[in-house]
């Protein structure tokens, strides 16, 4: 039996669709930690099978930090122009830039392995890849560039 509380709770906490949380939440017998592993697991899975597909849209994306001493321009691709005008994408973008500014990396490879500066139990590669099985759509980090003061 699915609880409407369970799937509310979900669906806010991760964006996924109804469905699939309907699906996961009967395979785990209702448990929503099990069924937050499942979500995941399959957000993997999904981000797998579209990183093979051609990413020409996109933004670009800037933060300023407060100081105004750094500041950061991240190239964030997808497939298609209408993903790239949501505010999801768009709110990724803006997230990785921050991230980019506090800790500094030195190439894609290291920023994609670093912790989460929101949330350390996350890599920004899982944080591209929940964003990839919410959108629907093949998302890269292009390139980006750090000024600082």
Same mark, same amino acid.
């Not at 790239?84 to 990724?92: D, G, H, Y």
């Given at each position: 039996m699915v609880k409407i509380e369970d799937l509310k709770k979900i669906r806010e906490t991760t964006g996924v669709s109804i469905e699939a949380i309907r699906k996961a939440l009967e395979e785990a017998g209702g448990e929503v930690e099990k069924a937050l =592993?499942?979500? /995941? $697991?399959?957000?993997?899975l999904v981000a797998a099978k579209k990183a093979s597909r051609q990413t020409g849209e996109g933004i670009v994306s800037s933060y300023i930090h407060a100081n105004g001493k750094v500041g950061v321009m991240v190239k964030l691709l997808c497939e298609t122009d209408f993903v790239?005008?949501? =505010?999801?994408? /768009? $709110?990724?973008g803006h997230e990785i830039a921050m991230h980019i500014a506090a800790m500094n990396p030195a190439s894609?490879?290291?920023?994609?392995?670093q912790p989460y500066v929101r949330n350390q139990v996350q890599t920004i590669d899982q944080l591209v890849k929940d964003c990839i099985s919410k959108l629907g759509e093949n998302i890269q980090i292009g390139e980006f560039c750090r000024f600082e003061i």
């Open positions: =592993e499942l979500l /995941k $697991e399959r957000g993997t790239a005008r949501t =505010e999801q994408f /768009k $709110e990724l894609v490879e290291e920023l994609i392995a």
